[in-house]
């Protein structure tokens, strides 16, 4: 069976050793022509370059082989039933139908016209198996016939067999083992995967039914995979990337398709199981609960008066919000206890922490060139803190700024400015605290808008995970901008909201990555799975109702501080709902449950939760949380 199927590759596929592209199967002929007529078929060939073409088999009521889609003429204009027609019958009718705007007339086309136009253009036919008269799960004695008439016509070496019917195709392998058989799939693959590979089958999956390791999993027991149908540039790239050999497409130019890169198999390995992840609250303080600090940045105060601008938040180790006023130059600092407290400030919103715990902040607005940075080291805002003028190569919007490394060492640190509109990233190097130059990445998927957002990854600045508003959140490793996290378009939450917010952490070994999901402004996250492959894992609602209503609020900020392996403390920031604490661990991790807000502190320094004691200690900050040990976050 592997041998049929090699052949199989080598016949459809122009593979080379680095690039290559998979076959294209013209659905039902092209889309220039009534489907599945001469003219659709002769279009496939001829205007689109398709390499193969696929064809629907029924039997009319005289015995005859012709294509249509469906039991009945009707969706074309008929008014026949193909099994109780005769082929005169049938060829007296005259078919339109309008494709891109365009309105087509044409025939029924028998299937030995088919064949003989795959034969004149060289192209190979995938013949479907529908349920028709003598060709079924139940009945197959009209299939010899077809079967004859297609080495008739010297394709048996090539013809592939087309059908979802597996009584039809073990009856095709048993009898006709000469000729090529995919059985006709979509997420029921995994049910079939055993009988697939049992009787040597290509799977032709529906799309959006498969990933890269449904690919690879076939790939193991050698035997390739088709999709069906593929019509847009996008999934051609996400199909054939996956490495998919054969592509069914109704108006894809194969001509004007990239070439791919062969696939490393060997890299690509079964995600994990999911972990099982429990999120308990620690505080939150939220316009909806009433508990919010005086002046919390907010899209109206209690009292009416107007927003503070306080877009972007930075978060301590140990908890402490910090954002920026911009319309008063104000720093305000939001701390676990529910106070809020202000100091000195810049003219913008962009603020984040490096991976060392030095605050910087942008201070010229948000479109300067040459732009300033202001660095508080260790996050100390009561020191005198560093100015740095940089100077971008490509001038653009920055809303908001993040960083890795560290920015006051030998070794140096980035701070990450996504302009709006640009289709790669600005890496800004300073090094102890002195601006050295700028570093543009390899171009990514997306140009970004005023609200794009870099979220950093291990302090390697070539590894993050970039969002642009309503394109979701894309990987970036070293040049390789091609690996998709979650979100898109026209779908659910987060898909189709446009809020920014994401962070990335690992727990229990898993990759993990957290995203806003709630209504647009109002917070609330989803976590998902990266290692195990898995949309969800937990998901916690939004903080409220009380979303910004002026433009400046696009969404969440948040910052993960790993306690244990299987235990961290994501922190979220909310403008114009609240903010809060959660702890995120494993279901097989002790951890606190049903907390709220904080209770009175029992002295300065201590917060009793439900009997577990948080100690914001004044000598070595942090928060220790009590899960049958004192542990330290770090």
């Not at 005859?64 to 009718?93: F, K, P, R």
């Not at 090539?158 to 392998?173: C, D, F, G, H, Q």
């Not at 917060?607 to 976050?633: A, C, E, N, T, W």
Request: proline fraction near 5%.
């Amino acid at each position: 069976m592997k041998k049929v199927f090699t052949l199989l590759v080598a016949v459809f596929c122009a593979i080379s050793a680095w690039a290559w592209k998979p076959t294209f199967i013209g659905h039902r002929g092209s889309y220039m022509g009534v489907m599945n007529t001469v003219e659709a078929y002769t279009n496939g060939v001829d205007h689109y370059g398709y390499q193969g073409l696929e064809c629907d088999v029924r039997v009319t009521a005289d015995g005859y082989y012709v294509i249509s889609h469906d039991e009945t003429t009707n969706a074309v204009g008929g008014n026949l039933t193909v099994a109780n027609a005769t082929l005169a019958e049938l060829q007296a009718e005259t078919y339109t139908q309008t494709r891109g705007g365009v309105t087509y007339t044409g025939h029924i086309c028998t299937v030995a016209e088919y064949l003989d136009i795959c034969v004149e253009k060289n192209v190979t036919p995938v013949v479907e198996l529908k349920w028709t008269t003598g060709i079924n799960n139940n009945d197959m004695s009209n299939f010899p016939g077809l079967a004859a008439l297609i080495e008739e016509k010297g394709l048996t070496d090539k013809a592939i067999i087309l059908t979802s019917m597996r009584n039809s195709l073990e009856y095709v392998r048993t009898n006709f083992p000469a000729l090529k058989c995919q059985f006709l799939c979509n997420s029921n693959w995994a049910t079939h995967f055993d009988w697939i590979v049992q009787w040597g089958l290509m799977p032709s999956i529906q799309a959006g039914c498969l990933d890269k390791y449904t690919v690879k999993k076939f790939h193991d027991k050698g035997l390739d995979v088709a999709v069906w149908t593929v019509n847009s540039l996008a999934n051609y790239k996400l199909y054939g990337e996956m490495g998919v050999v054969m592509i069914t497409c109704d108006y894809l130019m194969p001509s004007e398709m990239p070439e791919l890169e062969d696939i490393d198999w060997n890299s690509i390995v079964e995600p994990q199981e999911p972990l099982e992840v429990v999120v308990d609250t620690i505080f939150s303080y939220t316009r909806e609960k009433g508990n919010l600090p005086v002046n919390f940045p907010s899209g109206l105060e209690a009292d009416g008066s107007p927003f503070k601008s306080a877009q972007q938040a930075a978060i301590s180790k140990d908890g402490v919000f910090y954002t920026n006023n911009y319309t008063t130059s104000t720093l305000v600092i939001l701390k676990p206890d529910g106070t809020l407290s202000e100091a000195p400030g810049t003219s913008s919103h962009g603020i984040c922490f490096d991976s060392a715990g030095n605050l910087i902040q942008r201070n010229d607005g948000i479109t300067s060139n040459p732009c300033f940075l202001v660095i508080y080291p260790d996050g100390d805002i009561t020191a005198t803190p560093i100015e740095i003028e940089i100077v971008l190569d490509e001038p653009g919007q920055t809303n908001f700024i993040s960083a890795t490394g560290d920015v006051m060492s030998e070794e140096g640190g980035y701070v990450y400015h996504y302009q709006n509109g640009l289709y790669y990233v600005t890496l800004v190097n300073i090094v102890n605290g002195e601006f050295q130059g700028t570093e543009l990445t390899e171009p990514v998927s997306f140009p970004s808008s005023t609200a794009g957002v870099i979220y950093p990854i291990d302090s390697d600045p070539y590894h993050f995970i970039y969002q642009v508003r309503n394109q979701g959140y894309n990987l970036y490793k070293d040049g390789d901008k091609g690996k998709y996290i979650t979100g898109s378009l026209n779908t659910t939450p987060p898909n189709s909201n446009s809020s920014v917010g994401g962070a990335y952490f690992v727990l229990d070994g898993h990759e993990m990555f957290l995203y806003t999901s709630g209504s647009n402004y109002n917070g609330g996250f989803t976590i998902r799975d990266m290692s195990a492959n898995a949309a969800a894992v937990a998901t916690v609602p939004a903080m409220g109702t009380g979303g910004y209503a002026a433009n400046p609020s696009v969404g969440s900020f948040f910052r993960v501080v790993p306690v244990e392996s299987k235990c961290v403390i994501v922190y979220e920031y909310t403008m114009g709902n609240g903010y809060a604490a959660y702890d995120v661990h494993t279901s097989d991790y002790s951890s606190i449950s049903s907390i709220n807000s904080p209770k009175k502190p029992t002295d300065s320094n201590y917060y009793d939760l439900m009997g577990h004691r948080f100690q914001f200690h004044p000598s070595s900050p942090g928060i220790y949380i009590h899960h049958g040990k004192k542990i330290v976050v770090k």
